[in-house]
């Protein structure tokens, strides 16, 4: 991501906007923009991929749940943002996963132009590819600004979103613990 480009353009977008004097707002605004994006987009980067460490699996053959994992993203359509929360829940095979990557791994896929749905599928893909789990189930819990600040101007609305792979696709009980896990207080 080129930062003085971006920072050329939105001079042009600002003054498009109607900022036309020189103030600091057409001089430094940009500039912020620019250095914001590089944090907001940063899992555009390949190289920003979290590193994921392993470990042994002791003896657990359950699932293993992480609720409320706070995100924050930008809508791909409006580029205004969608945030709220994901909650994981996996059976894991020969491996575990440290406890301290599934916040970095919801960091890196939220920080991109995202749609909810490619995000909550990107998560569960990408922990069922790695650890190769058993069974991993997400839940995506959001709330979009394109949709409350413009056009219908839909307060409160809250969009949920669900990416099931093995075994909690296949066994309701299991499936259904995992959402209990995942939902419940
Ligand atoms: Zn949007």
């Known amino acids: 991501m080129d930062q003085d480009k971006i920072e050329d353009l939105f001079k042009e977008v600002l003054k498009e906007i109607g900022i036309r004097e020189n103030t600091e707002v057409l001089k430094n605004t940009p500039k912020r923009i620019a250095r914001a ?27 293993l749940a992480v609720k409320d994992i706070p995100f924050y993203s930008m809508c791909e359509h409006h580029l205004l943002p969608f945030f709220g929360t994901v909650s994981i829940a996996y059976i894991p095979g020969n491996k575990i996963l440290g406890l301290s990557k599934f916040p970095r791994i919801t960091k890196f896929f939220a920080a991109k132009p995202q749609v909810q749905e490619r995000l909550t599928k990107e998560v569960a893909d990408f922990i069922n590819e790695k650890v190769k789990a058993k069974g ?11 949709m409350e600040m413009r056009g219908i101007k839909s307060r409160n609305a809250e969009t949920r979103s669900s990416a099931i792979r093995g075994v909690f696709r296949k066994g309701k009980e299991t499936r259904e613990e995992a959402l209990k896990l995942l939902l419940e207080e």
Not at 40 to 56: A, Q, V, W, Y
Not at 136 to 146: G, Y
């Open 37 to 63: 994006y590089k944090e907001i987009f940063s899992g555009m980067d390949d190289g920003n991929e979290p590193r994921i460490t392993l470990f042994k699996n002791p003896c657990y053959d359950d699932i």
């Open 136 to 146: 991993v189930l997400v839940i995506i819990k959001a709330r979009h600004m394109c």
